[in-house]
């Protein structure tokens, strides 16, 4: 468990499940990604999550506010599941509910992240990716330190040619920069 000035980053718990499916299942929410998610497909994922924190000692935390307990989402670390030219990396992301959009709170909760990722991990690199226009993503790592090359620039391998979302921007920082 992390905790910051407003928010707790902790391990799943089953009661977290309605809600994630909730935040999946959203048009706002999930405006940049391939899909909104089923409640099956949303309890596969956080089955997913739950076995990376097994495998690799590090995943995607679930994030809950402090001055009201309520589960508002994730951020954390994962290695993404697929072959790209940054490969092998360690991805930095985060996930909230539209509610939550416009405090600050996917900034600060992944700065503790990425001060994990370089602290107790050990990571030397950290990535981040997503589409152009996610503009509200973008400021988040650039807020946390990440740098975009557009030569890092990629087509997202699990999207088919053509797919309006399958152009990725990429962010870095090494643990130096962070430090």
């Known amino acids: 468990m992390i905790e910051t000035e407003r928010l707790i980053l902790r391990r799943w718990?089953?009661?977290?499940?309605e809600a994630f499916a909730a935040l999946n299942a959203s048009a706002e929410v999930c405006k940049f990604l391939p899909?909104?998610?089923?409640?099956?497909?949303?309890?596969?994922?956080?089955?997913?999550?739950?076995?990376?924190?097994e495998t690799r000692g590090f995943g995607l935390f679930a994030v809950e506010r402090k001055d009201s307990g309520a589960f508002i989402g994730f951020t954390g670390l994962a290695v993404p599941r697929f072959d790209a030219p940054f490969m092998s990396a360690v991805e930095i992301g985060w996930r909230l509910d539209h509610a939550h959009w416009g405090k600050g709170f996917a900034t600060e909760a992944a700065r503790v992240a990425l001060a994990h990722a370089f602290g107790p991990l050990g990571l030397e690199e950290v990535v981040s990716f997503t589409?152009?226009?996610?503009?509200?993503?973008?400021?988040v790592m650039e807020k946390i330190g990440l740098q975009h090359d557009p030569a890092d620039d990629f087509d997202?391998?699990?999207?088919?040619?053509?797919?309006?979302?399958?152009?990725?921007?990429?962010?870095?920082?090494?643990?130096e920069r962070a430090a």
């Open 35 to 53: 899909k909104r998610l089923t409640r099956e497909e949303s309890d596969a994922f956080a089955d997913r999550i739950d076995d990376h924190f």
């Open 156 to 175: 997202h391998p699990m999207l088919e040619p053509g797919d309006p979302l399958r152009r990725h921007v990429l962010y870095r920082i090494g643990r």
């Open 131 to 139: 589409v152009p226009m996610n503009t509200r993503s973008r400021a």
């Open 13 to 17: 718990r089953a009661a977290d499940r």
